[in-house]
């Protein structure tokens, strides 16, 4: 079993930045691959970055490509979002996720675990 706790949500204005972090829990959590996701409001959940248990693959949603850096430290089982130039449209409930598959793919589906989720506010 795993458990993931994510911070570092707030508020911040457009153009400024901001880091989440989600921490987990549970045997061999390092081999885990990680992924952030958000949903908007009134928006469907969708895939923001990835990344495999060792950082050597990464992937990133089209819009967030450029602006978002996502990063994992396994000695403190931790996974990062770094945001900069935030835009209105980032506005979301931010969620990490965990797969035991070591695939690094854009579906929810494919996570077995997930974080309650952290809210981040861009202003205008």
């Known amino acids: 079993q795993v458990q993931l706790v994510e911070s570092g949500g707030g508020l911040v204005q457009a153009g400024g930045s901001l880091r989440l972090s989600c921490t987990g829990s549970?045997?061999?959590?390092?081999?885990?691959?990680l992924g952030w996701f958000r949903q908007g409001p009134g928006k469907e959940r969708e895939f923001v970055a990835s990344?495999?248990?060792?950082?050597?693959?990464?992937y990133y949603e089209d819009s967030v490509k450029g602006r978002f850096t996502i990063s994992r430290d396994n000695a403190k089982n931790t996974v990062y979002l770094q945001m900069n130039s935030a835009k209105p449209e980032d506005t979301a409930v931010y969620y990490c996720?965990?797969?035991?598959?070591?695939?690094?793919?854009?579906?929810?589906?494919?996570?077995?675990?997930w974080g309650q989720g952290t809210q981040v506010t861009v202003s205008s």
């Open positions: 996720a965990a797969r035991s598959d070591g695939g690094v793919g854009s579906r929810s589906v494919e996570y077995d675990y």
């Open positions: 990344i495999t248990w060792n950082g050597r693959r990464i």
């Open positions: 549970g045997r061999d959590f390092s081999r885990y691959a």
